[in-house]
T-cell receptor, first 114, second 112 residues
Framework: DAGITQSPRHKVTETGTPVTLRCHQT?????MYWYRQDPGHGLRLIHY???????DKGEVSDGYSVSRSKTEDFLLTLESATSSQTSVYFC?????????????FGPGTRLTVL | RKEVEQDPGPFNVPEGATVAFNCTYS??????FFWYRQDCRKEPKLLMS???SGNEDGRFTAQLNRASQYISLLIRDSKLSDSATYLC?????????????FGAGTRLAVHP
C-alpha cells in the first residue's frame, strides 16, 4: 500500500469553528489532491497541489483553503465549518499528471459538523 | 447532467454469476478511463485502466465504446470478495494535472 496517512481519522466539530485536516505521504510524489465524498455523488476534487507551495482549485473549493509547505504534507483547512461540509475527505497522491497514472488514496477522514 | 453516470445498484448476484456494469460519460474528448473499487468505509483503489481495444485482468474485463461514450466492466465467476462499490472514473483531455471525474459508483453484493 502507498504510504499515505490522514489525520484525524474522525472529527466532530461545531458550525463556525476552524478545522484542519492533514495528509502525509512517504512516497515523495509530486501531486497531491483533496476530495470529498458524499452519498449520491462521486468523489469531488476540492484542491490539488502540483508541488511545494503550488496549489490550485478544484470543482468544489468554496469554503476550503490548502497549504503545502513540504513535499510530504498537504493541509486542508475549513476556515469556518458549516453543516454542508459534513463529509468524508480523502487525500490522494500521484507521481505524474496525465496518462494512465494512478492516484493512490489515503484512508479518509470522516468529518461531522454539528 | 452529471459528467459520469452510473447505475447505483445494488446488483445482488450469487457466487459464480457473471455481472456487468455500464457507465456513461458526457465529455466526448475524454482521454483516459478507469475502474476503481471501493470497499465499505474504505478508500478507493484502482482496479484497472480501460484501453480502447478493451482489456482483461483475470476475471475482469473492461471495454470502452467511444462512439456511444460508455465504458463497461464485466466480472465473471463472482466471488464473495467482489462485493464492493465500483467507481467509473474519467480523465477529461483538458483536465490538466491528472484531474479525475468520478461516478457515484455501482454497488455489487455477491451472496452465497
Amino acid at each position: 500500500d502507498a504510504g499515505i496517512t490522514q489525520s484525524p481519522r474522525h472529527k466532530v466539530t461545531e458550525t463556525g469553528t476552524p478545522v484542519t485536516l492533514r495528509c502525509h505521504q512517504t512516497e515523495n510524489h509530486r501531486y497531491m489532491y483533496w476530495y470529498r465524498q458524499d452519498p449520491g455523488h462521486g468523489l469531488r476534487l476540492i484542491h490539488y497541489s502540483y508541488g511545494v507551495k503550488d496549489t490550485d482549485k478544484g470543482e468544489v473549493s468554496d469554503g476550503y483553503s490548502v497549504s503545502r509547505s513540504k513535499t510530504e504534507d498537504f493541509l486542508l483547512t475549513l476556515e469556518s465549518a458549516t453543516s454542508s461540509q459534513t463529509s468524508v475527505y480523502f487525500c490522494a497522491i500521484s507521481a505524474r499528471a496525465g496518462g494512465t497514472n494512478e492516484q493512490f488514496f489515503g484512508p479518509g477522514t470522516r468529518l461531522t459538523v454539528l | 447532467r452529471k459528467e459520469v453516470e452510473q447505475d447505483p445498484g445494488p446488483f445482488n448476484v450469487p457466487e459464480g454469476a457473471t455481472v456487468a456494469f455500464n457507465c456513461t460519460y458526457s465529455n466526448s474528448a475524454s482521454q483516459s478511463f478507469f475502474w476503481y473499487r471501493q470497499d465499505c468505509r474504505k478508500e478507493p483503489k484502482l482496479l484497472m485502466s480501460v484501453y480502447s481495444s478493451g482489456n482483461e485482468d483475470g476475471r475482469f474485463t473492461a471495454q470502452l465504446n467511444r462512439a456511444s461514450q460508455y465504458i463497461s466492466l464485466l466480472i465473471r465467476d463472482s466471488k464473495l470478495s467482489d462485493s464492493a462499490t465500483y467507481l467509473c472514473v474519467v480523465m477529461p483531455i483538458s483536465g490538466g494535472y491528472n484531474k479525475l471525474i468520478f461516478g457515484a459508483g455501482t454497488r455489487l453484493a455477491v451472496h452465497p
